[in-house]
């Protein structure tokens, strides 16, 4: 098989290039400052409370600012925004950064908790950086600040140092996250990091006498800790906002103390529907006790059922090894209620490697990862939900995914997930990045295809979230993305399956309850792959008219330009025939009209 054939078998046809959605983006309130960084850990959530769909989401914006907006049946009722005013610390006034939203029905309300760090810079390198949760009501018309929570203050959660003999150490706080299930119980995690000297002592056969050998070194321990509640702000006391340190929580199988051998990174949390809380971290370890010293990067999930002061009936953990370069873990809860995958959670990450091939050079390869319980068993091993790596060239730049359950009317459908994740453009292997999706169930991609999350065919998207667990609308989902075009933060709602077709609403259904797309491609070739002629079928919009179809190989070298009869049909059929026989492979077919670009792979056979 040749090289060309051998890519081609192991690239799958992008499909999701065609996919142009036709309704525009529905622009975020009060984000025209907003820049791509101040997204990327943006938290979201979508609900459906008696037939009115709510989207509500946070960001960054520039200077000291975080934002929340919301958007009712997706901007066909009501969009707005506020910003959410920083705590006092002192005499002064923080700076916060890094939201997480949730958003859940409890006791009659609807409210939205969020959680974000902030910084008291006046004390320079003293600074604490602590966690902090804020809640808002739904009045009818707007969120405004609860008022029945911590008196409508914002609370802070953990602590932002710790003294003891040994002196006093700041506690750094990053991270934090929020998630709550269809009953309004939350769960909020953080970590919490502080560089401090460490008294360590060392008994061996050199030092063996009173007391071993002791010294004094400087150390950074870090943390993550866990604190469950109420989304009303109700059920924290029992924790007093502390919360609980999630590495030694009752049943677990790291050992205690864990701190000098075991730093938990970057947590997130999800909420099972019956309550249960699972959250994952990354789990540097070394063994000292071994020989030589043992040393492992692992993604880490645990699960426990929450009380006052324990994590009772502990449901265990679970671990993968992901040695190499990778990115946050991004998790979510089922919105299952059976008793067997109540407990169901997925998780995805960025992943990178690098090779040196013999006469071919160095590689760099990325991959979308997704690791996860399924049907009450925690899978072996990930899924690579992104384009799979060609070990012979450089991979498709992919990072930055998440996660969420699909919204289902039925619960049959209450297993299927969308995975979404920043994306260089894939036919163009541009600079800029496209913001792609596709659906899983259990590990497994429903489609060998992809959707395109954004509206626009080009430029620079950033995607910082995407969410539907408890939307009771088959399929659907809501997303939200950073567009350099704008710029600006957009909604998108959707309610077609990521990596079947357009992610539209129909233009006669503005809250896109119900209905789904046109055709999902301008053009497509039948058959594909092929030893012959192809038939490259068009389907037009009134109006469009092709200026160009052309076949190139996969440098770009236009090989032939096929000739595209005039006729005033939106639906269309041109036959090619090569005028030359061509090597088996892929190629690259461009069709340039008066609205659009549009590529797709095929593939020649011998």
């Known amino acids: 098989m040749g090289l060309l054939a051998c890519l081609a078998w192991l690239h799958p046809v992008v499909a999701q290039v065609f996919y142009t959605p036709s309704t525009a983006d529905l622009l975020a309130p009060g984000s025209t400052t907003t820049t791509a960084n101040g997204t990327g850990n943006t938290g979201t959530d979508f609900i459906n409370a008696n037939g009115t769909t709510y989207q509500v989401m946070v960001w960054d914006k520039i200077g000291t600012q975080v934002i929340l907006s919301w958007s009712v049946n997706n901007g066909a009722g009501v969009t707005g925004s506020l910003p959410i005013v920083a705590p006092v610390v002192g005499a002064n006034q923080t700076k916060i950064s890094d939201p997480d939203v949730t958003l859940a029905l409890y006791n009659g309300g609807l409210f939205a908790a969020v959680v974000y760090l902030a910084k008291d810079e006046s004390l320079g390198v003293n600074a604490t950086v602590q966690t902090y949760l804020d809640i808002y009501q739904w009045n009818g018309s707007a969120f405004v600040r609860y008022a029945g929570f911590n008196s409508g203050v914002p609370k802070a959660l953990g602590v932002a140092g710790i003294s003891n003999a040994y002196g006093t150490a700041n506690r750094i706080h990053s991270s934090p996250n929020i998630d709550a299930n269809a009953a309004g119980r939350i769960g909020i995690v953080w970590q919490e990091t502080s560089t401090e000297t460490a008294n360590i002592r060392v008994i061996s056969p050199s030092y063996p006498g009173p007391g071993g050998y002791s010294f004094n070194q400087v150390t950074t321990f870090a943390e ?178 998440v996660v969420a359950f699909c919204g289902a009317e039925k619960p049959a459908f209450s297993d299927r997930y969308v995975v979404a994740w920043e994306g260089l453009d894939y036919p163009k292997n541009s600079a800029g990045t496209d913001v792609w999706s596709t659906t899983l169930i259990a590990g497994v991609r429903q489609t060998s295809d992809y959707s395109r999350v954004n509206n626009t065919a080009s430029g620079t998207q950033s995607i910082p979230s995407v969410a539907g667990r408890y939307s009771g609308v088959d399929k659907s989902m809501a997303y939200l993305f950073w567009d350099s075009s704008v710029p600006q933060l957009s909604y998108r709602y959707a309610t077609v399956q990521a990596g079947v077709g357009s992610l539209n609403r129909t233009a006669a259904d503005p809250s896109g309850a119900t209905g789904s797309t046109g055709p999902a491609r301008v053009i497509d070739a039948y058959p594909n792959p092929s030893t012959s002629a192809i038939d490259f079928n068009l389907h037009l919009r009134a109006g469009e008219v092709v200026q160009q179809l052309s076949v190139a190989d996969m440098m ?25 026989a061509l090597p088996e492979g892929s190629y690259v077919v461009k069709l340039v009209t008066n609205q659009r670009t549009e590529n797709i792979t095929i593939n020649r056979n011998r």
């Open 224 to 401: 993550s800790y866990v604190l469950p509640g109420n989304i009303d702000g109700s059920g924290f006391l029992c924790l007093s906002y502390r919360g609980a340190l999630a590495t030694q929580l009752a049943g677990g199988s790291v050992p205690n103390p864990p701190i000098l051998f075991n730093q938990s990174l970057s947590p997130d949390v999800a909420v099972a529907p019956g309550g249960a809380i699972s959250f994952c971290y990354i789990s540097a370890t070394a063994n000292p006790t071994s020989i030589p010293v043992t040393a492992g990067i692992r993604l880490v999930v645990k699960q426990y059922l929450p009380d006052c002061f324990t994590f009772n009936a502990d449901y265990g953990s679970y671990s993968w090894d992901i040695t190499g370069t990778t990115g946050v873990p991004r998790m979510a809860a089922t919105a299952h209620t059976g008793n067997t995958n109540d407990l169901d959670v997925e998780i995805v990450m960025s992943w990178q490697g690098s090779a040196c091939l013999d006469g071919i050079g160095p590689r760099t390869y990325y991959e979308i990862r997704n690791w996860g319980r399924s049907a009450g068993v925690f899978r072996e091993g990930p899924t690579i939900v992104s384009l799979p790596t060609v070990a012979s060239q450089n991979g498709y730049k992919a990072e930055k995914p």
């Open 556 to 580: 770009g070298r236009v090989l032939d330009k096929v000739a595209v009869p005039s006729s005033q049909d939106t639906d269309q059929v041109v036959n090619w025939q090569p005028k030359r």
